[in-house]
């Protein structure tokens, strides 16, 4: 039966964004250039990272936050979500996971399927 994911394996897949993200642009893509480039703003003590993931020429996704992690892995997620938009519904098996049953980034997003 479908299990609603819950703030544990939320965090639990975010960890693993940009690894997700390798493996889907792998399944999708045969080559690609996958680059994430970081800028620190703001005093030392406190400052904000924001990280651009480039595919090959092209920004897809920007993400903030204060630590590299942070801005890194949200950027991915959003990377996910650019990616997800375009192929889902032609590539649906690509988002397909062990973790969750079916599109692992529609329960993520609590999106309805086949919408
Ligand atoms: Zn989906």
Redesign the pocket.
Known sequence: MPTKPTPSNIAALMEHNKNRLNNILQRLLREFSLKFTYDQSGPCNDPTWQCNIYLDRNVIAMGGGTTKQHASEGAALSALEHL?GQY?EKY?NV?ASDAVKG?W??SLLD?P?GA
Do not use: G, T
């Open positions: 997800h889902h649906p988002f599109c980034v529609c999106a399927s």
